[in-house]
C-alpha cells in the first residue's frame, strides 16, 4: 500500500517531537498496540544538530515495525531533510508550508506527500505540484466547517486536519470531508512517555479508533 492508503485506512498519524529513537520505538509499541497505525517523527528546525537523530529515530522505527507501523518524517522545509528521511527508510513526508520545490523532491524519490496549507490556493497549489494529499493547518482555527466549505470546489483534493484534533473533535472532522487527521501532544503525552505510562497511550489510541471507528 501507498502512504495515502494508509491514512485513508487508518486514518490517524501521531506526530512525534523530540523523542531519542529507544523511546520512539517504544512509542511505537503503544501506539501499535491501540491501533495507530502511522507515526510522523519531526525535525527541529531550530536545532540542525539534531537532524541526524531525527533520522535515526525514523530507521529504528522502520526497522522494527516496517509496515505495521509506517514512519515518515514532519516539519520538512529543507531539501536535505528529505534525503535524509528517504535514505533513514522513512515513507513518506509531512510540511508545514506549500513548498512545491519540495514536494517535487520528495515525489521524485518516491515518497508520499502531504504538504502543509490553509487557504484554497495554497491547498491548489500543493496538489497541483504533486502532494498525495493537503495537511490544513491549523484545523482547529478555523473547525470543520471550513473543510466542508473548501471541499465544495476542491472536491478532488484530498485534506487532512492536523492542528488541536483530539479524541473528541476527531470525528467531526473526518464528517466534514478529511480523509485523515494528525494528531500531537494530546496523544503522544510528553509526562507519560517520561514516566513510562505506556498504557496510558495504548488506551487513549483507543478511544481515537473507537472515535473514527464510523468513518472507516
Given at each position: 500500500m501507498t502512504p495515502l492508503d494508509y491514512v485513508l485506512q487508518r486514518k490517524i498519524v501521531a506526530i512525534v517531537r523530540g523523542l531519542s529513537p529507544e523511546y520512539l520505538v517504544r512509542l511505537g509499541h503503544a501506539l501499535?498496540?491501540?491501533?495507530?497505525?502511522?507515526?510522523?517523527?519531526?525535525?527541529?528546525?531550530?536545532?540542525?544538530?539534531?537532524?541526524?537523530?531525527t533520522a535515526n529515530g525514523i530507521e529504528a522505527v522502520e526497522k522494527e515495525f516496517g509496515d505495521r507501523l509506517l514512519v515518515g518524517a514532519g516539519t520538512v522545509i529543507r531539501p536535505e531533510q528529505v534525503t535524509m528521511t528517504y535514505n533513514a527508510g522513512g515513507h513518506y513526508l509531512v510540511t508545514p508550508t506549500t513548498q512545491p520545490e519540495i514536494i517535487r523532491a520528495g515525489k521524485a524519490l518516491g515518497l508520499g506527500l502531504f504538504p502543509g496549507a490553509f487557504t484554497p490556493t495554497e491547498i491548489l497549489t500543493a496538489y497541483e505540484a504533486g502532494a498525495d494529499a493537503v495537511k490544513v493547518f491549523p484545523a482547529s482555527v478555523v473547525g470543520p466547517g471550513y473543510f466542508k466549505a473548501i471541499r465544495a470546489p476542491l472536491s478532488h483534493i484530498p485534506l487532512m486536519a492536523v492542528g488541536g484534533v483530539n479524541e473528541k473533535n476527531a470525528a467531526d472532522f473526518l464528517k466534514s470531508g478529511c480523509i485523515g487527521l494528525g494528531v500531537g501532544g494530546n496523544l503522544v503525552n510528553k509526562e507519560w512517555i517520561q514516566n513510562g505510562e505506556w498504557e496510558k497511550i495504548t488506551a487513549l489510541?483507543?478511544?481515537?479508533?473507537?472515535?473514527?471507528?464510523?468513518?472507516?
Open positions: 501499535e498496540e491501540g491501533g495507530i497505525g502511522l507515526m510522523e517523527v519531526t525535525y527541529d528546525q531550530r536545532c540542525p544538530e539534531t537532524w541526524k537523530d489510541a483507543g478511544e481515537y479508533r473507537k472515535a473514527v471507528a464510523g468513518n472507516e
